[in-house]
């Protein structure tokens, strides 16, 4: 698939603001801080279109980006680790579940989660939940760049072996800094929209 086009569709801090047309979406769900935004700006070959920070809890709503104008990628707010007010991070919680719930457009989630770390209880339940939804479950393990290639299969082993996964197929190490499996996962998202 080739980026031809991309606009930032809408910015949601609330269900009401979700887009009302039925455009197929790809959502980024993962942890504060694991890349999502870095990802989103990699993949489109935009530097700094999503707004991405060193401190966990940057991206605060749900952003739309609106691709070839045919389909939208989805910037979802991070759970986990941000240093934000329970309030805060109840009200982040809330919104990524009501999108991630009632969505009806919703064809595909990927799951974020860096390469460096074994992936934390959430990130088992946002898995097994985007399992039991009936996604694929594609993960992406951001931050490839900073672990030595030598221990890559260590790392994926140790992610499948804690998320579960049979497929290592489902798995794809990425870095936002060398673009390292763009290739492939821009032609997998073409895959997916066009299915
Ligand atoms: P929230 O919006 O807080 O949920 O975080 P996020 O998941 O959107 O993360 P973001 O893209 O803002 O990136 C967090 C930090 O990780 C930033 O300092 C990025 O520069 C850095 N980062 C993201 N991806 C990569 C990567 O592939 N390699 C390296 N070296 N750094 C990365
Ligand atoms: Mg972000």
């Known amino acids: 698939m080739k980026i031809k086009s991309v606009n930032l569709d ?6 009401s603001q979700f887009p009302k047309d039925d455009f197929d979406e790809i959502a980024f769900a ?11 700006n990699s993949f489109l070959g935009k530097k700094n279109l999503a707004k991405t920070s060193s401190k966990p809890g940057k991206t605060k709503t749900i952003n ?6 045919k389909f939208r990628l989805v910037d979802l707010p991070g759970y986990g680790f941000a240093r934000v007010s ?7 919680n809330k919104l990524i579940h009501d999108y991630l719930y009632t ?4 064809k595909e989630v990927f799951l974020l989660v860096d390469i460096r770390h074994a992936p934390t209880k959430q990130d088992m339940q946002m898995y097994d ?16 760049d900073k672990i030595p290639k030598t221990h890559l299969k260590k790392h994926i082993k140790e992610l499948t072996k804690t998320l579960n996964i049979d497929d290592e197929g489902l798995v794809f ?11 492939v996962l821009l032609e997998q998202v073409g895959v997916i929209i066009d299915s």
């Not at 969505?103 to 919703?106: H, K, Q, V």
């Not at 939940?129 to 993960?139: K, L, M, N, Q």
């Open 10 to 15: 809408q910015v949601a801090g609330f269900p």
């Open 30 to 40: 993962g942890r504060s801080n694991v890349g999502k935004s870095s990802f989103i």
């Open 64 to 69: 739309f980006y609106k691709i070839n104008d």
């Open 86 to 92: 329970k309030k805060e991070k109840e009200k982040w």
């Open 103 to 106: 969505r009806e457009n919703l």
């Open 129 to 144: 939940w985007i399992i039991d939804s009936g996604f694929t479950g594609f993960v992406i393990a951001t931050k490839y």
């Open 173 to 183: 190490a990425y870095s936002s800094l060398t673009g390292h499996n763009n290739d």
